[in-house]
C-alpha cells in the first residue's frame, strides 16, 4: 500500500554531484521522519542522513559538507544532494520513511528498492 521509490543514481567520476530522490506513494495518511542509508555488499546499512517533518537534519560525518537532504512535504518527497562524491561514497542509497498509513493509527517504516551510486577515481 506504501511505494518508496528512488531515483537518481548513477555513475560519476570523484569530484562529480548526484541527487537522488524518492517519492512516496499510496495509502498515505501522513509521514514523520524519512531518512537516506546506503549498503556496500558485505556491510552493514549505513545511515546517511535524516530529516524530521520541520526540516531539522542530521548527517553522518564522513558525509557532513559535501551532502544535503532535504523535503517537499506537498509531494511526499525527499532529495540527498551528493556533492564532492569519492570512490567511498559508493554504494546503493535506500530511502526510509516512517509513515502512518490512511484509515489506520498504526504508524510504520517503509524502505524503496535502493539505487545504486557509483563513484569512479
Known amino acids: 500500500q506504501v511505494l518508496l521509490a528512488e531515483s537518481g543514481g548513477g555513475s560519476v567520476q570523484a569530484g562529480e554531484s548526484l541527487r537522488l530522490s524518492c517519492a512516496a506513494s499510496g495509502s498515505i495518511f501522513s509521514i514523520n521522519d524519512m531518512a537516506w542509508y546506503r549498503q556496500v555488499a558485505g556491510k552493514e546499512r549505513e545511515l546517511v542522513a535524516t530529516i524530521t517533518t520541520d526540516g531539522r537534519t542530521n548527517f553522518a560525518e564522513s558525509v557532513k559538507g559535501r551532502f544535503t537532504i532535504s523535503r517537499d512535504n506537498a509531494k511526499n518527497t525527499i532529495y540527498l544532494q551528493m556533492n564532492s562524491l569519492k570512490p567511498e561514497d559508493t554504494a546503493v542509497y535506500y530511502c526510509?520513511?516512517?509513515?502512518?498509513?490512511?484509515?489506520?493509527?498504526?504508524?510504520?517504516?517503509?524502505w524503496g528498492q535502493g539505487t545504486q551510486v557509483i563513484v569512479s577515481s
Open positions: 526510509s520513511a516512517n509513515v502512518k498509513i490512511r484509515f489506520d493509527r498504526r504508524r510504520a517504516d517503509y
